[in-house]
């Protein structure tokens, strides 16, 4: 058996000023497609997870990051992957938020983050935002 392949990933839960959380919805050809998520993407060799972060969510979501803080770090194992999601709270960004790739996206308030399907990967973070126990 092959072995999976290990994924640096940087993730930025996005809040704004009324307490909502930016997510948006994986385009169907991708792994874990059709799921929601909070953005970001792979921490290039040599780059740090805040400059990732800062490169994703400003290609990603159009966006420049003011301020953000280390939130968590999740690790999980997929059946043909395994990914590490350094996961930023940003607080603080400039630029109106969209998405350059044509995904769905919205601001959703805590409370309301269970009723959207997550990547497995996601779920600590779901937990950790609305106070619950991951599923």
């Known amino acids: 058996m092959?072995?999976?392949?290990?994924?640096?990933?940087?993730?930025?839960v996005i809040e704004n000023a009324d307490g909502q959380f930016y997510i948006s919805r994986r385009l169907d050809h991708l792994h874990q497609g059709g799921k929601w998520e909070f953005p970001g993407g792979?921490?290039?060799a040599g780059?740090?997870?805040y400059a990732a972060?800062?490169?994703e969510l400003l290609e990603e979501c159009q966006i420049t990051v003011q301020a953000a803080t280390p939130f968590t770090v999740v690790q999980h194992n997929y059946a043909d992957k395994q990914v590490v999601l350094d996961v930023w709270r940003v607080t603080a960004f400039s630029g109106?938020?969209?998405?350059?790739?044509?995904?769905?996206?919205?601001?959703?308030?805590a409370h309301e983050l269970a009723a959207y399907e997550f990547?497995?990967?996601?779920?600590?973070?779901?937990?950790?935002?609305?106070?619950?126990?991951?599923?």
């Open 47 to 49: 780059e740090t997870v």
């Open 119 to 135: 990547p497995q990967a996601n779920s600590d973070i779901v937990s950790m935002l609305t106070g619950t126990s991951p599923d």
């Open 42 to 44: 792979k921490v290039e």
């Open 96 to 109: 109106a938020i969209g998405q350059a790739e044509g995904q769905e996206w919205r601001w959703v308030a």
């Open 53 to 55: 972060l800062c490169r």
């Open 2 to 12: 092959e072995k999976s392949s290990r994924v640096h990933v940087a993730v930025g």
